[in-house]
């Protein structure tokens, strides 16, 4: 499982700081929350911690198992599902699952018949993911994560677009499948995150004027 530092972090766009001396320790194996209103932060911190996006300033420090890992390695012991990391729609279901797991390796003892089940699409692994309905996409998003051997998940909005059956789906599916996963989930949920042991709530990082 794979623990994260943030040490003094903050970042700026052009002349507005989204969040600014930012230190926070995410052990390995927690299950952490980002909080904030719409606007405030929160999508932007999790590309820094995904390396996507470079820091303004201060660091981000990774470890799996003892040892540290570089941040242009992140990549590699992630999965990542947000609303803005668009499905590649001219592929079946059946065509995603082979190109997705050519690149990751699956968690042991699942093939790809499981997962379709799994994700309740059975019946669905010819059709192109253009047509699938916007909570197909997004059980689909979670299952490519969760079904992946990847000791460290971050999540955007998990339940965007899921109906109460999805929601539960997606609460049964953490239970099974991220409990020995280091988790950041960014949310205004509480149903999405009711199981997480940390809270990030982003708005108390703001550069606060003087007084
Ligand atoms: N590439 C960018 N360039 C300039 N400003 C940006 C960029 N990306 C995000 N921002 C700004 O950073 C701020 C935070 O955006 P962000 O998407 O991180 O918020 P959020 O908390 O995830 O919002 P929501 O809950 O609505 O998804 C916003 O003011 C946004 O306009």
Same mark, same amino acid.
């Given at each position: 499982m794979?623990?994260?530092d943030l040490t003094e972090a903050g970042k700026r766009f052009q002349y507005e700081w989204i969040f600014k001396a930012l230190s926070f320790h995410i052990p390995a194996g927690s299950k952490c929350v980002v909080t904030g209103s719409n606007g405030s932060g929160k999508s932007t911190l999790l590309k820094c911690l995904s390396a996507v996006q470079p820091l303004t300033e201060g660091s981000i420090d990774y470890n799996f198992q003892e040892k540290k890992i570089?941040?242009?390695e992140i990549f590699e012991y992630l999965a990542i599902s947000a609303p803005y990391l668009e499905l590649?729609?001219?592929f079946t279901l059946s065509e995603l699952l082979?190109?997705?797991f050519k690149f990751k390796s699956p968690l042991e003892g699942l093939d790809h018949e499981e997962m379709v089940k799994l994700m309740y699409l059975d019946n &669905?692994?010819?059709k192109y993911i253009s047509q699938f309905s916007s909570g197909?996409? &997004?059980r689909l998003k979670l299952g490519l994560c969760l079904f992946s051997e990847a000791p460290l998940l971050f999540l955007d909005e998990p339940t965007s677009n899921l109906d109460s059956k999805g929601v539960d789906w997606y609460l049964k599916m953490m239970g099974l499948y991220a409990k020995e996963k280091t988790v950041v989930i960014c949310s205004n949920e509480p149903k999405e995150y009711g199981f997480?042991?940390? &809270?990030i709530h982003i708005e108390d990082y703001k550069l606060?004027?003087?007084l």
């Open positions: 794979v623990g994260l570089k941040e242009t590649p729609e001219e082979s190109f997705h &669905q692994k010819d197909m996409k &997004q997480c042991d940390i &809270q606060r004027p003087k």
